[in-house]
T-cell receptor, first 115, second 110 residues
Framework: GNSVTQMEGPVTLSEEAFLTINCTYT??????LFWYVQYPGEGLQLLLK?????DKGSNKGFEATYRKETTSFHLEKGSVQVSDSAVYFC??????????????FGDGTTLTVKP | NAGVTQTPKFQVLKTGQSMTLQCAQD?????MYWYRQDPGMGLRLIYY???????DKGEVPNGYNVSRLNKREFSLRLESAAPSQTSVYFC?????????FGPGTRLLVL
């Protein structure tokens, strides 16, 4: 079945540091890949996504590139802010008709950014 | 648009009690989902509904039932709550691929 493995946390960085959160996946076919973010006390919300190989998703200074050859979708940001402190989830979604279009989530990585 | 709404936000139950968690979405999405979130375990799918009138089991369905009342509403019922069901429950709707989550229901079973 499908699976998502992401970098264990927690991750603690100083403001303006470079962020990488690793994510690798196992899936049949060509899934779509997502990063969701969860702020304290809230539900998950979409941060960025990529639907095919070599696509780059970007939003709010975060980027991730769909690498089919390494089955990876690592999240990066060049300069983190205190407001980026949250839990980040990598996820994949099977193409329509396979696996009933269900999503598979990683376990989440907690990021804390200190001033 | 309110997006995905969930009620209640918090609930404390005693073992053996029953309750229903409510979820509604106003985005006209076909697919809706119930997840539970536990520390260190990410999100686990309980049940989902690909369209009005259909429901299917997810990864951890035992102890739960669901009803897709109409296109907007998807409820989750605990018939006899157990301490192992203490968790945060999220409802989500999907269209076409992106999932939109509600704010969650925090449930404590004593």
């Amino acid at each position: 079945g499908n699976s998502v493995t992401q970098m264990e946390g927690p991750v603690t960085l100083s403001e303006e540091a470079f962020l990488t959160i690793n994510c690798t996946y196992t899936a049949t076919g060509y899934p779509s890949l997502f990063w969701y973010v969860q702020y304290p006390g809230e539900g998950l919300q979409l941060l960025l996504k990529a639907t095919k190989a070599d696509d780059k998703g970007s939003n709010k200074g975060f980027e991730a590139t769909y690498r089919k050859e390494t089955t990876s979708f690592h999240l990066e940001k060049g300069s983190v802010q205190v407001s980026d402190s949250a839990v980040y989830f990598c996820a994949l979604r099977s193409p329509p008709g396979t696996n009933a279009g269900k999503s598979t989530f990683g376990d989440g990585t907690t990021l804390t950014v200190k001033p | 648009n309110a997006g995905v709404t969930q009620t209640p936000k918090f609930q404390v139950l005693k073992t053996g009690q029953s309750m229903t968690l409510q979820c509604a979405q106003d985005m006209n999405h076909n697919s809706m989902y119930w997840y539970r979130q536990d520390p260190g375990m990410g999100l686990r799918l309980i049940y989902y509904s690909a369209s009005e009138g259909t429901t299917d089991k997810g990864e951890v369905p035992n102890g739960y039932n669901v009803s897709r009342l109409n296109k907007r509403e998807f409820s989750l019922r605990l018939e006899s709550a157990a301490p192992s069901q203490t968790s945060v429950y999220f409802c989500a709707s999907t269209e076409p691929e992106t999932q939109y989550f509600g704010p969650g229901t925090r449930l404590l079973v004593l």
